[in-house]
């Protein structure tokens, strides 16, 4: 079974069961007391501030236990240990999204230059763990593949990308024009670890309505370890 948890816009969070109902109720006595909020939004800033970044869209701590940036309009993807200190960068066009499977390869969204000059989006791996001394875990010097590209359909992007518990991934793409039946910018794309795509999945439904597996414009995807549960944000 493969459940979802779909947000909406930026109020609604939805539970899914995508191919089976839960029957059992949940306990709602293992969750968390509650305790007193002084604001809508709590954090605790990181000090020093990590800086030198210019218009990052995505960041994830790895399985590795370090930090890697998409720093989007440096157009690279940086390394970083938990500290702050830079290890690594590649570049990248535009890196949107990122992920690691349990081979701590990276999986990243972004974009080439394709031969006709457009500008258009492409999924990517990079292989971290190497025989070599020299280039294991190193960003800069690790092998990198180009997985998969949207040539015929420039304005298309990978906001979102995530890996599954047996290195399968989720991709969410997105664009301006869902109005195919066949095949519209807004999907949610399963590859399997072997970097073959297999299917979009059947269980979403492109376009304005207000269904609750109704997609139109998604922005990111998450997967929760040992399951193959995952969160799917969408803006409205």
């Not at 089976?20 to 305790?35: F, H, I, N, R, V």
């Not at 399985?63 to 960068?89: E, H, K």
Request: aromatic share 8%.
């Amino acid at each position: 079974m493969m459940k979802t948890l779909v947000k909406f816009g930026c109020q609604t969070l939805l539970l899914v069961g995508i191919l089976a109902g839960c029957e059992e109720k949940y306990d709602l006595s293992t969750l968390p007391k509650q305790g007193k909020l002084e604001a809508d939004t709590s954090y605790k800033q990181v000090s020093p501030a990590f800086v030198g970044f210019d218009g990052p869209q995505d960041v994830m701590i790895g399985i590795d236990q370090l930090l890697y940036v998409a720093d989007t309009r440096a157009n690279r993807v940086v390394m970083m240990n938990l500290a702050g200190a830079q290890l690594s960068a590649r570049y990248i066009l535009h890196p949107v999204s990122l992920a690691q499977d349990t081979r701590l390869d990276l999986l990243i969204g972004g974009e080439i230059v394709a031969s006709n000059g457009d500008t258009v989006a492409a999924l990517f791996r990079i292989h971290l763990v190497s025989t070599s001394p020299d280039s294991a875990h190193r960003l800069d010097l690790a092998r990198i593949d180009t997985v998969w590209k949207e040539l015929a359909r420039p304005q298309r992007r990978f906001p979102g990308i995530t890996a599954l518990p047996d290195n399968d991934w989720l991709v969410v793409r997105t664009g301006p024009d869902n109005s195919s039946f066949n095949d519209p910018d807004a999907r949610v794309l399963l590859f399997n670890k072997d970097d073959v795509f297999v299917t979009p999945l059947s269980e979403f439904a492109t376009g304005t309505g207000t269904g609750i597996t109704n997609i139109n414009f998604p922005t990111s995807i998450a997967s929760f370890p040992g399951v193959k549960d995952f969160v799917l944000a969408q803006s409205s």
